[in-house]
């Protein structure tokens, strides 16, 4: 027997929202702002409270987008987290930029705010941090930061739908903010993503990367890019408007439904974690409001303290049916395409993003994947806990 979670959830009546939108003779590619595109942009800017709004192909494509829009130059310097998905990081080396890791906090996995500092330089220009697995980062520690050496705030949102910091949604405090909307996220149009700024450059400058023909002509009004009122700058990064109307009927009848139903299971999870066995609940500091999507539920346990093979333990409860995993993300600079000069992109030197990151290597020693219920499934998270039990018992180390 299987003790899984799939995501995202079947809802009956997506097919025919998008036979619908098919049927309907609305246009399958659209060159412009309009229709779906519009609608998703704007509901997803206002619920920010953000003046701009641009759907990208994919989260990855979002972060790309919002380098580029803050017109960073070959040789500068962006500081980045040195835990999360490498594509935090990733659309840094195709454009020429020095990526200067910082190390994280060991409880949550986040930027530590207290060793960004040390690592600026005359050439550092931007931070770019994530919410790990739903947790917001410290945001007024950066932002203090940012003001106080003039530097711009790029937040990476992919894992944190809705997630808020001192009750205001991660994606309202940097100068642009991106989301994933990728197959695992809250919101999911298979592929996708969707980028938010204020500012009327970056926006400007995002639409002009991967979009061409009438966006840019209805979107851009700075003078100087005229001659790219056609051909932006010669990619295409746009989202299928399929995925936009998915992600919209999410949006609009279930993403804050999931959110509850996310919250009330995980904190039953991690209640009878604690009571019953020897991992612990995944840490939330006192500025989180909301660990909004928990797109990913990750207890901890002192594997080498209390001497458990993690390995064993996940075979072992793999063999019985239940879904736990060793996360595949660990820290980016352990990833070959940041340090070795095999994979060079742009001739850029690699080797000197080569550094210690100790406490995002035990942050990732500690954690392991659990499936992330939604919707009550107290009845299987019991099972969970029995077989964890059991094979602490098995092993020689008694559960609580």
Not at 73 to 89: D, K, M, N, R, W
Not at 218 to 225: G, P, T
Not at 277 to 282: A, D, L, P, S, V
């Amino acid at each position: 027997m299987k003790y899984g979670f799939i995501w995202p959830p079947k809802i009956d009546e997506m097919g025919d929202i998008v036979k619908q939108y098919i049927d309907s003779g609305k246009p399958l590619s659209i060159p412009d702002d309009s229709g779906v595109y519009r609608e998703l942009e704007t509901t997803f800017a206002n619920l920010h409270n953000r003046k701009y709004g641009l759907l990208v192909s994919s989260g990855t494509m979002a972060l790309y987008s919002a380098f580029f829009g803050l017109n960073l130059l070959p040789g500068q310097e962006v500081i980045c987290t040195a835990f999360s998905y490498h594509a935090t990081a990733a659309p840094l080396l195709h454009l020429g930029i020095k990526i200067v890791f910082c190390d994280v906090e060991e409880d949550i996995g986040n930027i530590d705010v207290s060793k960004i500092e040390e690592l600026i330089t005359n050439k550092t220009k931007a931070i770019v941090t994530n919410d790990q697995w739903g947790h917001p980062c410290d945001k007024e520690g950066i932002l203090n930061i940012c003001k106080k050496y003039n530097l711009r705030y790029v937040e990476d949102c992919s894992h944190a739908h809705f997630s808020e910091y001192k009750g205001k949604y991660v994606g309202s405090f940097g100068d642009v903010a991106c989301w994933s909307l990728q197959g695992n996220k809250l919101l999911t149009g298979g592929e996708g993503g969707i980028l938010l700024t204020d500012n009327q450059e970056i926006f400007e400058r995002a639409v002009l990367l991967g979009h061409n023909l009438k966006r840019p002509a209805k979107s851009v009004r700075n003078e100087y890019y005229k001659g790219l009122e056609r051909t932006g700058y010669g990619l295409k990064l746009r989202i299928h408007p399929l995925a936009a109307v998915m992600v919209l009927h999410q949006l609009k009848y279930y993403c804050f439904d999931w959110i509850k139903g996310r919250k009330e299971t995980l904190n039953y999870f991690e209640k009878r974690l604690q009571e019953e066995t020897f991992f612990k609940g995944m840490v939330k500091k006192d500025y989180v409001t909301s660990m909004g999507a928990w797109y990913g539920f990750k207890p901890t346990i002192d594997f080498e303290g209390l001497n458990i093979d993690k390995s064993n333990l996940v075979n072992w409860m793999n063999e019985r049916g239940f879904e736990i995993k060793i996360p595949k993300s660990k820290s980016i600079p352990t990833y070959e395409l940041f340090t070795s000069d095999k994979y060079k992109i742009n001739n850029y030197d690699k080797n000197t993003l080569i550094n210690s990151y100790p406490n995002a290597e035990k942050y990732y020693s500690k954690i392991l994947t659990f499936p992330t219920y939604t919707f009550h499934e107290y009845e299987l998270i019991e099972k969970y806990i029995e077989a964890i039990k059991e094979y602490f018992k098995t092993t020689g180390n008694m559960s609580r």
